[in-house]
């Protein structure tokens, strides 16, 4: 099975470029999903984050305060990475499963930390989403209601934006409108249909 990876900072448009390739017919796994999944009540990895962080960790009905876990792994590096040690080889397991049972042409495996993790090692070609950093910013702030020095902490844990463009094998700009971006994830979608033809065929 082909597999493309689709990353970009916060705030770049993965959603939305992973949409418009599910919408023709391509099995997509989102890491970010993954990772919800595995914190939900029930979860072992949930009962070690209360245990670590502590019971105010969870909200009243046993769910995880994401907002909360965020604010305390984006200020003490020390918490970030014990939460990643725990997370990440799990996120990976699962991640390889879902791929493995994908039946569409190509499947995409979208992450934002494909680059930043060993998931760029689950795929066969790399995409990036990319916008400005202004832009990135804007978007977060209004998305997701976060302060500005919360959205810029989240950004500079992300990898560095030239740094993330040098790993990439296509770029999609998503700096315009809805219209132009959708022109340009139809023509990477046919790439990929041919990329993966000749990855059959090889």
């Keep these: 099975m082909f597999v493309a990876g689709l990353t970009g900072g916060i705030g770049s448009g993965k ?21 919800r999944d595995l914190v939900a009540p029930g979860e072992p990895a949930l009962a070690q984050i209360a245990e670590r962080f502590g019971a ?3 909200q009243p009905d046993g769910a995880l305060d994401r907002a909360g876990l965020r604010q305390i792994v ?11 040690a725990l997370l990440h080889p799990l996120i990976r397991q699962r991640i390889l499963a879902s791929l493995q049972e994908a039946t569409s042409a190509y499947s995409l495996l979208v992450s934002p930390l494909l680059l ?8 066969d070609y790399v995409v990036v989403v990319d916008v400005p ?19 810029r902490r989240i950004m500079a844990a992300q990898m560095d934006r030239q740094a993330r463009l040098a790993r990439a094998d296509s770029i999609i700009d998503n700096s315009g409108n809805l219209q132009s971006l959708r022109a340009a994830t139809l023509q990477l979608h046919k790439t ?9 065929d090889s």
């Design 56 to 58: 105010d960790i969870l």
């Design 133 to 151: 950093e202004e832009t990135q910013l804007q978007r977060t702030i209004e998305r997701d209601q976060n302060s500005t020095d919360q959205v």
């Design 116 to 123: 930043e993790t060993d998931q760029h090692r689950l795929v």
């Design 74 to 84: 984006f200020a003490t590096p020390e918490a970030r990475l014990w939460l990643e």
């Design 192 to 200: 990929l249909l041919q990329r993966a033809q000749d990855a059959r």
């Design 15 to 35: 959603s939305a470029v992973a949409r418009l390739i599910q919408e023709q017919g391509i099995v997509a796994v989102d890491a970010d999903q993954v990772a």
